[in-house]
């Protein structure tokens, strides 16, 4: 199998134990590149790897797929940080958790960011769109 993403494919989701990426979009090993963290957030490290995957794997379209029931859907975020605190015996969080009280909100920034990466220039024609994954229904939505 070569290590190229044969669909041309990265898939950014959340790393909920619930969701099968390759599987919520009927794909098999070897057609995409999946790239997974706490509730598919694009920051520095999902960019990193979204930089590698369209440079050096053959990818020029990215889902990111956010789901329900999402735990990083938080609508106080300073009490997620509190509540890891607690957990860590009192040592503050200063780790940016990414939860966010909005998920719509939250999937228009991370696609911005997608957008606004210099090395992700649009005249690569990269596609690049929003998705909820139904953990219920088990159905795959484009909502952006
Ligand atoms: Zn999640």
Redesign the pocket.
Known sequence: MPPGAARKLAILT???SRIDPLGMFGLEPGDAKIIRN???RVYDDALRSLVMAVHLLGVRRIAVV??TQ???HNPDPEALAAQVSASANGVPCPIELGSFPDPMSALRTDLARIGDCALLPASLGIEYGGFLYSVETGVVTRLL
């Open positions: 959340c790393m909920d706490a509730g598919a956010h789901h999402c735990a990083m």
